[in-house]
């Protein structure tokens, strides 16, 4: 699986968009780019993912470049509650296994 | 639905004992994982098991066995522990037969100290 690259931290202002950003260069065609997130010690939970196009669901935006070597995670109005510890993850598809690679991720700091 | 559940939340060993992690999910998942997660890094997968009958090592093995008993439930023991495998772990399950997602639901994780 390819590796990712995320800036350590990163401070947000309530109610303003949170742009989190993701270097993969290394991906190839067929790994897919899936963000997660931990809050405060409690296991990780399951953003959103997506192979070459945008994706956006009640959580967050992603936005993947067009030569896929890296991407965007949105969150559009960003509250308290999302400060969290933001792990980006590029997985190569599998039947047999399921399996999720984790960095260090971005600790967001939402500030009221 | 429970979802992933864990026991025990919090545990204390002394070097050399023994104890097993419990694990079980409600959502019929066919794969399951055991991750570790020390101060201040990311989680780093122990042992997965890709379908019931089976299992296999991920980054960090050593030190660990596995049980996937059944479908729902998926053990994680140490045999002799070690100050090293004071760590959070955290079990998770997930169905990756479907296209794309792999969407994985993880535990509350176990406290582990060992001293």
């Known amino acids: 699986d390819a590796k990712t690259t995320q800036p350590p931290s990163m401070d947000c202002a309530e109610g303003r968009a949170a742009n989190l950003p993701c270097n993969h260069s290394?991906?190839?065609?067929?790994?897919?780019v899936y963000w997660y997130r931990q809050i405060h010690s409690q296991g990780p939970q399951y953003i959103i993912h997506?192979?070459?196009n945008n994706e956006t669901n009640e959580m967050a935006s992603l936005i993947i470049t067009e030569d896929r070597k890296s991407s965007t995670l949105i969150l559009p109005h960003a509250t308290l509650r999302d400060t969290a510890v933001y792990y980006c993850?590029?997985?190569?598809?599998?039947?047999?296994?399921?399996?999720?690679?984790f960095g260090q991720g971005t600790t967001l700091q939402v500030k009221p | 639905n429970a979802g992933v559940t864990q026991t025990p939340k919090f545990q204390v060993l002394k070097t050399g004992q023994s104890m097993t992690l419990q694990c079980a999910q409600d959502m019929n998942h066919n794969s399951m994982y055991w991750y570790r997660q020390d101060p201040g890094m990311g989680l780093r997968l122990i042992y997965y098991?890709?379908?019931?009958?089976?299992?296999d090592k991920g980054e960090v093995p050593n030190g660990y066995n596995v049980s996937r008993l059944n479908k729902r439930e998926f053990s994680l023991r140490l045999e002799s522990a070690a100050p090293s495998q004071t760590s959070v772990y955290f079990c998770?399950?997930?169905?990756?037969?479907?296209?794309?997602?792999?969407?994985?639901?993880f535990g509350p994780g176990t406290r582990l100290t060992v001293l």
């Open positions: 997506g192979l070459k």
């Open positions: 998770a399950s997930s169905e990756p037969l479907v296209v794309g997602t792999n969407e994985q639901f």
């Open positions: 993850i590029v997985r190569l598809y599998s039947s047999n296994t399921g399996k999720l690679i």
């Open positions: 098991s890709a379908s019931e009958g089976t299992t």
């Open positions: 290394t991906i190839s065609g067929n790994e897919y």
